[in-house]
């Protein structure tokens, strides 16, 4: 007799998605975070060259905008490793 030898197959690993709905509504809530940060920033032109403008130093260009685009960007990182719950 021969001794039959049995090729066992490797597992199959699910291979769905590395995110969940909730890794993607997180990144996209804090894609609108930095976005918002960065469109407080802008403006505060002035339309005679000649005249200084003293609302580039202002609290929303000079504090509040940057601290909402680093807000962002640690949503961003906390919607990467966040791990998706096992059902």
Request: hydrophobic share 45%; aromatic share 10%.
């Amino acid at each position: 007799m021969t001794a039959k030898t049995q090729i066992q197959k490797p597992e199959e690993k699910d291979s769905g998605f590395a995110f969940n709905r909730e890794n993607y509504t997180l990144l996209i809530i804090g894609l609108v975070v930095i976005l918002l940060g960065f469109i407080l920033m802008i403006g505060g032109g002035s339309d005679d060259p000649e005249v200084f403008s003293d609302a580039l130093f202002g609290f929303r260009r000079l504090t509040l905008a940057p601290l909402l685009i680093l807000g962002g960007y640690i949503i961003e990182i906390f919607a990467i490793m966040r791990r998706p719950k096992n059902k």
